[in-house]
């Protein structure tokens, strides 16, 4: 099966998986001491993850097929090496949800972003400097929208705790 076929099977389950949630929203109980309704988060999430699916689809459907195609690797050790960087970004995740009790939310998160840009990306001086902004920026913004604007408690850490 090729690229077209599987992209195109993936978007469908993802639009049936959003139609399922979403249909399911319907039925979150309405409580009286919000203000705003318990399920407007969730379907505000599951639209936007339609949308980005219908896209997918889309871009799946208008796709090509190539006459080049790769040759898929052979054997645990190339899929392995072929799959590489997917597997870097699981282990740096793996270590900063193993971190969160010791570094916290915030500390911990810049620390996985940035590696996981580092481990992906360049790696010279200008580099690690724009790695280090979009961390420092991505996290902290959402940080500072989920601990002070939606009163949200994220971890904190024993060793750093902000």
């Not at 190339?78 to 949800?97: M, R, S």
């Not at 959402?142 to 939606?150: E, S, V």
Request: hydrophobic share 55%; charged share 10%.
């Amino acid at each position: 099966m090729g690229r077209f076929h599987i992209d195109t099977l993936v978007a469908i389950f993802l639009l049936l998986f959003c139609g399922v949630f979403l249909t399911a929203s319907f039925s979150i109980r309405e409580t009286s001491y919000a203000s705003l309704g318990a399920e407007v988060w969730p379907r505000v999430i599951l639209i936007f993850l339609t949308l980005l699916s219908l896209g997918y689809l889309v871009q799946a459907l208008r796709h090509e097929r190539s006459e080049q195609t790769e040759e898929a690797p052979r054997g645990l050790k190339q899929w392995f090496f072929h799959h590489l960087n997917a597997v870097w970004c699981f282990v740096w995740f793996g270590l900063f949800l193993l971190s969160l009790p010791y570094l916290g939310m915030l500390v911990g998160g810049m620390l996985f972003v940035y590696v996981t840009l580092t481990s992906l990306g360049r790696r010279d001086f200008h580099g690690h400097l724009v790695h280090a902004a979009i961390a420092v920026v991505s996290v902290g913004t959402m940080w500072a929208i989920f601990t002070y604007g939606l009163k949200v408690f994220l971890p904190t850490g024993s060793i750093v705790s902000f």
